[in-house]
């Protein structure tokens, strides 16, 4: 394992990323604060390595900027359509329920739900 690998897997297991979802450029700063030399095309091939190993999840962006996800348990997305904050949902039966409908083997999924969150809500009554 190289050592910017071993540094991506540090940042994930890190507080940095724990129960938060990072963009590329996100991991990328905080990386240069850890590993000055490292290149942007790196942080990139990793994260895309890291995704394809399962060890992190890859959640499409709408707005172009993918996010990264360190728990791969499966779970869903609520995503604030205001300040486009993202929070984990669990869905525990969801899995089995798209097999049993779909008749289909399914592998994984990807559950993004669209709401507008608390604090954005609270700020567009005032």
């Given at each position: 394992?190289t050592?910017?690998?071993?540094?991506?897997l540090?940042?994930?297991?890190?507080d940095?990323?724990?129960g938060k979802?990072?963009?590329?450029?996100?991991i990328?700063a905080?990386a240069?604060?850890l590993?000055?030399?490292i290149?942007?095309a790196t942080?990139?091939n990793?994260?895309k390595?890291l995704?394809k190993?399962?060890?992190?999840?890859r959640?499409s962006?709408?707005d172009?900027a993918?996010?990264?996800?360190?728990?791969?348990a499966l779970?869903?997305?609520?995503?604030?359509?205001?300040c486009?904050?993202?929070?984990?949902?669990?869905a525990p039966?969801?899995?089995?329920?798209?097999?049993?409908i779909s008749?289909?083997?399914?592998?994984?999924?990807e559950?993004?739900l669209?709401?507008?969150c608390e604090?954005c809500?609270h700020?567009?009554?005032?």
């Amino acid at each position: 394992m190289t050592k910017q690998k071993a540094l991506m897997l540090s940042i994930f297991r890190s507080d940095f990323c724990h129960g938060k979802h990072r963009t590329a450029d996100e991991i990328l700063a905080y990386a240069k604060d850890l590993m000055p030399g490292i290149s942007r095309a790196t942080v990139y091939n990793n994260l895309k390595e890291l995704a394809k190993e399962g060890i992190i999840r890859r959640i499409s962006g709408d707005d172009g900027a993918d996010l990264y996800d360190s728990d791969t348990a499966l779970h869903g997305h609520l995503i604030c359509s205001v300040c486009k904050g993202v929070r984990d949902v669990g869905a525990p039966r969801l899995f089995e329920d798209l097999k049993r409908i779909s008749g289909e083997d399914i592998e994984a999924y990807e559950l993004k739900l669209r709401y507008v969150c608390e604090s954005c809500r609270h700020q567009n009554l005032n």
